[in-house]
């Protein structure tokens, strides 16, 4: 039996990855890891440019989208593989990559932004009550349109909390209610025309879909 890794390391891997956090590469760097630092670090500016790009032309709403979807699963990646003993010779995050994918810590990070996302959308139905949901079409007023709104939150929190513990369920429920916003999002192109809001989440749902769904046998 192999003798457990001494406390020490431990505690430099855990350094490591804080000063990561604070700083993408700063823990790779520590690690003399130079090669490794200093091309996250590079990555992180054009990222984080991008970004800001996006924030002019689209707005803050398309910002903080692009900053969740590609910003902050990269923020983590790196600050996880600052906490790696990974030689500087290796590809650069593709010993990390490889055991976020094994793990499935992806399809976790996937559950708590469901998480993130009924908590956003009850905070919305509380803060406007007068705001409707276009479903198919029609925006339903009184308790009709209150169940519309509310079966977000809620799908979203059963959602999240399934693929925390990667269960099989949660991805059937994923499926199905992703069926559902792809045809309700057709219907209300038909009925009310072009929108931004709806052609980014159609292409949105179509790519995040396809991701999960490459992902399937992760979940058991």
Partial sequence: MNPPAPLYESERSTRRTALS??????????????????MILFVTVCLLAAGVA??????ASAEVFYFV??????????????????????????????????????VRYLGLLFLLTALMDLY???????YALALFCAKPKG???????????TIHLLIGVGFLGIRRWALLLYLAYAAFGF????????CFGYGR???VFALSLVAFTAYIWSRRRRFV
Avoid: C, E
């Fill in 21 to 38: 956090l604070l700083l993408p590469g700063a823990g790779q760097l520590v690690a003399r890891r130079a090669r490794h630092g200093s």
């Fill in 54 to 59: 996006i924030g002019r032309t689209a707005g």
């Fill in 69 to 106: 979807l590609f910003g902050l699963p990269w923020w983590l990646l790196q600050a996880y593989d600052a906490g790696l003993n990974v030689p500087d010779s290796d590809p650069p995050l593709r010993a990390s990559l490889r055991r976020v994918l094994d793990r499935a810590l992806d």
């Fill in 124 to 130: 919305i139905i509380l803060v406007n009550p007068d």
């Fill in 143 to 153: 308790l009709v349109g209150l169940l519309a709104k509310i079966q977000s939150p």
């Fill in 183 to 190: 045809l309700n999002a057709t219907a209300n192109f038909a």
């Fill in 197 to 199: 809001v709806r052609m």
